[in-house]
């Protein structure tokens, strides 16, 4: 089964209009025929809400633009929040959720991230489920346990409709993230390797084939060949070098083979 890969980049709070079309400018003439592209390898970037639509007219075919969070519930009194519809209406086609910055900062937990996924699917929206151990899970040797709960838990909130839509995994151990430490392939792929595993388990082999599932913690253009080369390493969702349109544009590259 092959799946196409899925490279996204995540800017988190970065970036003001002018410096995410002056941003677009350049990746989209760095990396040529963007259709062409698109075709085999899927990009997407998580940007702010103020830059969702500089974002949408700016990026080019193919590309989705997504949310980096979200509500669960349409509409309502939830100061500061938005909604699926929101992100619909705003032209995009999905949200991050579930990010370990959020888990940490805003008490984000693995429930609300399972409505959120339910919500995001049942609009037909890209839901991009972040799971990861801390360092001291991984010390413990509790990184499967740790990722399997993540997953478990948010899984339980999302209804046989929503479960019938497309979604991605993206595995992001927290230890790497913004710290230059990558996992080792072999790492990356023993964890994605349990990953299949659970999807197997909740959606059989078939259905499990189908499901990309990113890495993300520190991929760079320097690292990202030797991660995309491992048989279950669909992709990637990353952080502080999707902000160069120089490296992300050779990322996006080197995925598309
Ligand atoms: P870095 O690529 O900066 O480590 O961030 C990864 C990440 O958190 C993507 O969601």
């Known amino acids: 089964m092959s799946r196409n890969k899925l490279l996204a980049g995540n800017w988190k709070m970065h970036k003001t209009r002018a410096e995410a079309s002056e941003f677009f400018r350049s990746f989209t003439k760095l990396v040529g025929n963007m259709a062409d592209v698109t075709r085999s390898v899927e990009v997407a970037f998580g940007v702010?809400?103020?830059?969702?639509?500089?974002?949408?007219?700016?990026?080019?075919?193919?590309?989705?633009?997504?949310?980096?969070?979200?509500?669960?519930?349409?509409?309502?009194?939830?100061?500061?929040?938005?909604?699926?519809?929101?992100?619909?209406?705003?032209?995009?086609?999905?949200?991050?959720?579930?990010?370990?910055?959020?888990?940490?900062?805003?008490?984000?937990?693995?429930?609300?991230?399972?409505?959120?996924?339910?919500?995001?699917?049942?609009s037909s929206l890209l839901p991009v489920v972040c799971v990861g151990e801390t360092k001291a899970e991984r010390e413990a040797g509790e990184t499967n346990i740790v990722v399997k709960k993540q997953f478990e838990l948010a899984l339980a909130e999302v209804s046989a409709d929503a479960k019938a839509k497309d979604f991605v995994i993206a595995y992001e151990p927290v230890?790497?993230?913004?710290?230059?430490?990558?996992?080792?392939?072999?790492?990356?792929?023993?964890?994605?390797?349990?990953?299949?595993?659970?999807?197997?388990?909740?959606?059989?082999?078939?259905?499990?084939?189908?499901?990309?599932?990113l890495y993300g913690g520190s991929m760079s253009a320097a690292n990202c060949a030797e991660l995309l080369k491992k048989p279950n390493i669909d992709g990637g969702l990353v952080g502080g070098a999707s902000l160069k349109p120089e490296d992300f544009s050779k990322m996006v590259l080197t995925a598309k083979g």
Not at 66 to 92: C, I, P, R, W
Not at 201 to 210: D, L, N
Request: net charge negative.
């Open 48 to 122: 702010p809400a103020t830059l969702f639509d500089v974002c949408v007219n700016a990026a080019g075919a193919g590309v989705k633009i997504l949310a980096q969070n979200v509500h669960y519930e349409k509409q309502g009194a939830f100061t500061g929040e938005l909604s699926t519809v929101m992100l619909q209406d705003a032209g995009l086609q999905g949200s991050i959720i579930g990010h370990s910055e959020r888990r940490q900062y805003f008490a984000e937990t693995d429930q609300a991230v399972g409505k959120k996924w339910n919500a995001l699917s049942l």
């Open 175 to 213: 230890w790497a993230i913004g710290t230059g430490l990558t996992a080792t392939p072999e790492q990356a792929e023993e964890v994605h390797l349990m990953i299949r595993g659970l999807l197997t388990t909740h959606f059989g082999a078939a259905r499990a084939e189908t499901v990309r599932i």
